[in-house]
Nanobody
């Protein structure tokens, strides 16, 4: 599976951004798609994900401000981020988790910078 991410950039606190990710290849094996982020000097962490059943899981930091959606036909996910804060500054990575290999695949990462 290949993941192509787009979006990101530099914004002021309180503004919005949209991240998109399109999967190609063995997409029928994808169970979960989501977004992770890695803030400077910190470990990668989950932001939000959409399992194959269409439910959504959000990190506490994303609840109420971010919205994730998944298009099963296009094999894509969108992450709409609102009311961005400086602590949202990170490299954001698209993720796909596959069955039955139980492997994670990652996109190339896209930088989000939020200034106060």
């Amino acid at each position: 599976v290949q993941l192509q991410a787009s979006g990101g950039g530099s914004v002021q606190a309180g503004e919005s951004l949209r991240l998109s990710c399109v999967a190609s290849g063995s997409t029928s094996a994808i169970l979960t798609m989501g977004w992770y982020r890695q803030p400077p000097g910190k470990q990668r962490e989950l932001v939000a994900e959409v399992p194959h059943d269409g439910t959504t899981n959000y990190a506490n930091s994303a609840k109420g401000r971010f919205t994730i959606s998944r298009d099963g036909v296009e094999n894509s996910i969108d992450l709409r981020m609102y009311s961005l804060k400086p602590e949202d500054t990170a490299v954001y990575y698209c993720n796909a988790y596959l069955n039955p290999t139980r492997r994670n695949y990652w996109g190339q990462g896209t930088q989000v910078t939020v200034s106060s």
